[in-house]
């Protein structure tokens, strides 16, 4: 009884080792996602919004896809209530995140548990998951990392305001696929069982029908709920041995 009270408590731990830990682990990808602000930081000048706006928008908001789609309902008549529910459903995931988490944080004090998610994101997600699914502690990576993310997501927004044209379009060079990639890397790499793929199999076809068919920005949250729900109800793939 007194070891699992210990590996319980150690799977929970975050301190400022595990911390940096996150972060240096999480750096290389980080690199990737300067290209992304600076591209964001770039259009968000074009479309008129100040160069203080657009940086402290990134840092406040930290939601990459989120803020290019708010770029294309800017203009001198905000659409508050469009752009609110834009926003929500492009980060909709995120609730589903702090569901698969809670086990977890829920043993952090408050402003701890809410500072980590604050900066919680699809990359240190993964990675953190897949942490807690080997059975050694995460949060080190989801906060850690996630500060990397951010600091880097910041920096290149700040490069693409202040030093112009430099990355205009990502997709030409493949940019746009980087953390796609990372992500199904992430999928393929982690404990696979049959439960896992089936779980991941409906929110990939849920995902994939509702881009086809329903509005834009939806298959994300289709494919979440989807995925979450179904797991749920046919078991965490965790629990199979």
């Known amino acids: 009884m007194a070891s699992t ?3 319980h408590t150690e799977l929970h731990r975050l301190d ?19 290209a992304f602000g600076a591209a964001f930081g770039v259009a968000a000048s074009q479309g008129g919004l100040s160069d203080s706006t657009v940086v402290i928008m990134s840092a406040v908001v930290f939601a990459g896809v989120a803020q290019f789609a708010a770029l294309d309902l800017w203009g001198p008549h905000l659409p508050i209530f469009a752009l609110a529910m834009t926003v929500f ?4 995931r995120h609730l589903l995140m702090g569901a698969t988490l809670y086990p977890w944080l829920r043993h952090l004090p408050p402003v701890k548990r809410y500072g980590v998610m604050v900066v919680a994101s699809d990359a240190n997600w993964a990675m953190s998951m897949q942490a807690f699914s080997r059975g050694s502690p995460g949060l080190g990576l989801l906060f850690g990392g996630g500060l990397a993310l951010w600091f880097f997501w910041v920096f290149g927004t700040w490069l693409g305001v202040y030093f112009g044209n430099s990355i205009n379009d990502p997709k030409s060079v493949g940019m746009d696929m980087v953390m796609g990639c990372f992500l199904l890397a992430m999928v393929v790499g982690d404990k696979k069982t049959p439960k896992t793929l089936l779980i991941w199999t409906v929110a990939a076809v849920s995902s994939m029908l509702a881009y086809l068919y329903l509005p834009e920005n939806s298959h994300i ?3 979440s709920l989807a995925g979450g729900i179904f797991g749920t109800i046919y078991g965490a793939p965790e629990n199979e041995h």
């Open 5 to 7: 009270h210990t590996e």
């Open 16 to 34: 400022r080792t595990l911390v940096w830990s996150g972060f240096k682990e999480l750096t290389p990808i980080s690199l990737f996602v300067t």
């Open 89 to 92: 459903a492009i980060n909709a």
């Open 221 to 223: 949250v289709v494919g």
